[in-house]
């Protein structure tokens, strides 16, 4: 739950979203994404530093690996066959898309093909960087219009709000 100094842990987050289902598998991702520190709490610092990834004028670089990162539920470096299937059963809950099993086979399975280049059964970070690069409207839910508006009210606010890099360490 919160407490006073703005940070939140696991649960507390997770019981105010109301997550239900298969949303738990990209809820978990994005908050250990989150959590800078590893310690389980995202405070207010983390939160913004890792929030920055969605601002309009981050580079693509950035956001690829950090999409990367988000599909790569295991952080074995790569993505497998049986990540891409939860991620992509996750955002058809997400999306409360019901489709049959031999499809959502079919899409994993088409999509392995089409990304995994080197066919070692698993995706690295530059066949990604490579598909994205192609596809870059999988990119659009990593930008948020309204951030540059933030940091344009409040620029030091942003700036001066950033994680400590020495305690990320």
Known sequence: MGNRCGAYDEKGIF????LRGNDCTSFRQIFDLFDLKRNGVIDFGEFVRSLSVFHPNTAQDEKIAFAFRLYDLRSTG?????????MVLALLNESELCLSDDIVETIVDQTCKL???NSDG???PIEWKEFVKKNPSLLKNM???YLKDITMAFPSFVMNSEADDEVLD
């Open 122 to 124: 698993k995706i690295d």
């Open 115 to 117: 990304v995994d280049s």
């Open 15 to 18: 019981i105010s979203t109301r």
């Open 143 to 145: 930008t948020l219009p």
């Open 78 to 86: 790569f993505i497998e066959r049986e990540e891409l299937k939860e």
